[in-house]
């Protein structure tokens, strides 16, 4: 049976094993024209490595990769050209000026002299990076040079975009950039594909979002879909007159129906699946000397979702290293 027709990339029982390591385990997932995916998940769940088997740079242990319909499981390289691939790590030529690398690139895919020269002006225009263009890209900063290796995945115009990490490591503002970038290629019908540990990223960008764990996914949904479970639930903020960091471990066996979790040391998100009294709470940490100066309730985010489905706390997943350490 022929797939529909936006779906551009589909991925069945996906499995990469190394020799101590199942990194990616089973996924099953499709990627649809014009949208942007998210692969959610902390460092070492095998995001990186799912890239790599879908963009033909390791081979998949087990399951099927399909491109449009057509299987290319042992030959993804032979539809190169329907994809851009955007590393975490930039693949540029420090020495060539920003114009000149994207030229290059323009040349890998046959594209004549006149059009990838305008392809490259364009796209220089677009990044806002013009009046850098006959630098040396060695001399850019880590911002910049994440949006030039974008420009250099998308002159070829390919169908669909792999992003990994896009915004690891940059700046603010540059990742603010990026971001709207990434939302007016998703307008002009390009499909996304894009990692991340951040969750606030997947939560602002994506359409729909896998939650991986361990070379797993353990759910896959629309955004509102994944934060609806978790309408019936409790969920208070309480701001705090003291860090509230040694009191963590009492809150939990005080009160085992709730979970706890500090967003920064005097900022407390109290969860409960059904409805719950305060009062014990505030006493609790009142005998500690730690008082509540606010209190309010707060709408189920991506956060709470990851979570509650996971069990790893979003403050690991924002201290997790780089990667470059193994499979991930």
Not at 41 to 56: E, F, Q, R, V
Not at 113 to 127: H, V
Request: net charge positive; proline share 5%; with cysteine.
């Amino acid at each position: 049976m022929n797939p529909p027709d936006d779906i551009v990339v589909e991925a069945q029982e996906l499995t990469k094993r190394f020799p101590e390591t199942l990194a990616v385990d089973a996924v099953t997932f499709h990627l649809r024209r014009g949208e942007i995916f998210g692969f959610l998940g902390p460092n070492g769940a095998g995001k990186t490595t799912t890239i790599n088997m879908l963009t033909g740079l390791a081979w998949p242990t087990g399951g099927t990769i399909r491109y449009l319909g057509r299987d290319v499981t042992r030959r993804v390289k032979r539809v190169q050209h329907l994809m851009g691939i955007v590393p975490d790590d930039s693949n540029l030529y420090p020495e060539l000026s920003g114009f000149d690398n994207l030229c290059f690139c323009g040349a890998l895919y046959g594209m004549p002299r006149a059009e990838r020269r305008r392809r490259a002006t364009e796209l220089l225009s677009r990044f806002g990076l013009s009046e850098v263009a006959a630098r040396k890209f060695a001399t850019y900063s880590r911002g910049m040079k994440r949006k030039l290796t974008i420009a250099a995945a998308l002159m070829h115009r390919p169908a669909v975009l792999f992003l990994d990490e896009p915004t690891s490591g940059i700046d603010v503002a540059s990742s603010r950039q990026i971001r709207t970038l990434l939302a007016g290629l998703r307008e002009a019908g390009t499909t996304i594909f894009l990692t991340t540990h951040y969750i606030e990223e997947a939560e602002r960008l994506c359409d729909r979002i896998a939650l991986v764990v361990a070379g797993r996914i353990v759910r896959l949904d629309t955004l509102s879909n994944l934060v609806s479970g978790l309408r019936d639930a409790q969920l208070m903020q309480l701001a705090l007159s003291a860090d509230a960091t040694t009191l963590l471990a009492r809150l939990h066996t005080d009160f085992p129906a709730a979970t706890f979790e500090l967003t920064d040391p005097t900022t407390l998100r109290v969860r409960s699946v059904t409805p719950m009294p305060l009062a014990p709470v505030i006493r609790c940490l009142e005998e500690h000397d730690v008082a509540v100066t606010e209190a309010r309730l707060v709408r189920p985010s991506l956060e709470d979702v990851f979570v509650e489905l996971t069990g790893i706390e979003a403050a690991r997943m924002r201290r997790d290293p780089e990667k470059g350490r193994g499979p991930t």
